[in-house]
């Protein structure tokens, strides 16, 4: 692969993953009341994102076993990009806390989540690949027409 492709991919990786990030910094629901969803809520949103997934594209044990892989690597990567602190909203407010935008602390945030991209994303691309290329012709029609409609799994229809 060309260094300018991989270059531009990880760049539009790493800028997808940050701006997710931050906007789940500014999330409504549960982040608000409570700093965050604990690790049962996270781990009952799993099972059923799983099951929902499972029904919808008729997977067999060893492709529910790639998917599980799959998330766990999304949560391992969502852990690394959240980082150590309690509270990412209060360091987003951080930054605009005085007079004049904190330039400094924004770039090392920067920096700290897109280590972390680099670091897990190598893992996050390959359970997706493992996931999808273990998926029938069919199984896999059904994820590029979801994608194509713009509508996850959650929705109706």
């Not at 059923?48 to 997977?59: P, T, W």
């Not at 691309?125 to 273990?134: K, R």
């Amino acid at each position: 692969m060309k260094t300018w492709i991989k270059r531009t991919f990880i760049g539009a990786l790493s800028a997808t993953v940050l701006v997710g990030g931050l906007t789940a910094c500014g999330s409504r629901g549960e982040h608000r009341h409570g700093g965050g969803w604990s690790e049962e809520r996270i781990t009952e949103m799993r099972g059923k994102a799983i099951q929902k997934v499972s029904e919808k594209l008729e997977l067999n044990e060893a492709q529910k076993q790639k998917l599980g892989v799959l998330a766990d690597e999304m949560l391992a990567q969502r852990k690394a990009l959240r980082g150590d602190t309690a509270n990412p909203r209060a360091e987003m407010q951080a930054l605009i806390a005085g007079e004049k935008f904190d330039r400094t602390r924004a770039q090392t945030l920067l920096e700290q989540k897109t280590q972390a991209v680099q670091a897990g994303g190598p893992r996050v691309i390959a359970a997706m690949a493992d996931f999808y290329d273990s998926l029938t012709p069919t199984q896999q029609a059904q994820v590029r027409e979801k994608m194509e409609k713009r509508r996850g799994w959650w929705k109706r229809g």
